[in-house]
């Protein structure tokens, strides 16, 4: 299986609250990271967690870390159309981060 | 703020023609990455370099080669390029020699070869 995997499309309506979800099979990893990308730009750092943190809260966003599972997620809270975009889970490596394929958060009004 | 900044944003260009991607990040960061990003692909790693004049290969370098011949410019370069190099390129670069430093990206260049 891939490195690190993710849903590839979810739909939400404006209001919501948005689950990405995340799997990682190195568990040697020190930070995971989500990353927001809008059409046509690059990417976008949102957040990031620690490996030895459950959980991390910014503003709308939590991200959660089953270390155990190797599951990382991230939930927006009271979702926006602003936030429709490909959201990258990715995880640190020795020499570079190893990026999951992205998810397209789609939020209809 | 980190300013990564990738020369073009649209580039179109014919098969065989040498083609040369140029990103420069202001904060003297010594990592940079060359990555590409295909529909259903995700981003896959061409090269990085973590350190003037010295590179190292990523996932997928065949058909490309990279120059840094200063910390602030990284180049990525297509030889001859094939219709199977159109994509978006996507630069980054971090601030010292350590993974758990997060990427800082450029906006993209999106390539066509006709």
């Known amino acids: 299986g891939e490195d690190v995997e993710q849903s590839l499309f979810l739909s939400v309506r404006e209001g919501d609250s948005s689950v990405i979800n995340c799997t990682y099979t190195?568990?040697?990893?020190?930070?995971l990271y989500w990353y927001k990308q809008e059409p046509g730009a690059g990417l976008q750092l949102l957040t990031y967690?620690?490996?030895?943190?459950d959980m991390k809260q910014d503003q709308r966003l939590t991200v959660l870390l089953n270390k155990k599972d190797k599951h990382l997620s991230l939930r927006i809270a009271d979702t926006q159309t602003g936030d429709s975009a490909i959201y990258f889970c990715?995880?640190?490596?020795?020499?570079?981060?190893?990026f999951g394929k992205g998810t397209m958060l789609l939020v209809s009004p | 703020d980190v300013k990564v900044t990738q020369s073009s944003r649209y580039l179109v260009k014919r098969t065989g023609e040498k083609v040369f991607l140029e990103c420069v990040q202001d904060?003297?960061?010594?990592?940079m990455f060359w990555y590409r990003q295909d529909p259903g692909l995700g981003l896959r790693l061409i090269y990085f370099?973590?350190?003037?004049?010295?590179?190292e290969k990523g996932d997928i370098p065949e058909g490309y080669s990279v120059s840094r011949e200063k910390k602030e410019r990284f180049s990525l370069i297509l030889e001859s390029a094939s219709t199977n190099q159109t994509s978006m390129y996507l630069c980054?670069?971090?601030?010292?020699?350590?993974?758990?430093?997060?990427?800082?990206f450029g906006d993209g260049t999106r390539l066509s070869i006709l």
């Open positions: 980054a670069s971090t601030p010292v020699w350590d993974s758990n430093q997060p990427q800082h």
């Open positions: 370099s973590y350190d003037v004049k010295m590179k």
């Open positions: 190195d568990s040697s990893s020190t930070y």
């Open positions: 967690i620690f490996s030895n943190m």
């Open positions: 990715a995880r640190s490596g020795y020499s570079t981060l190893t």
């Open positions: 904060m003297d960061h010594e990592n």
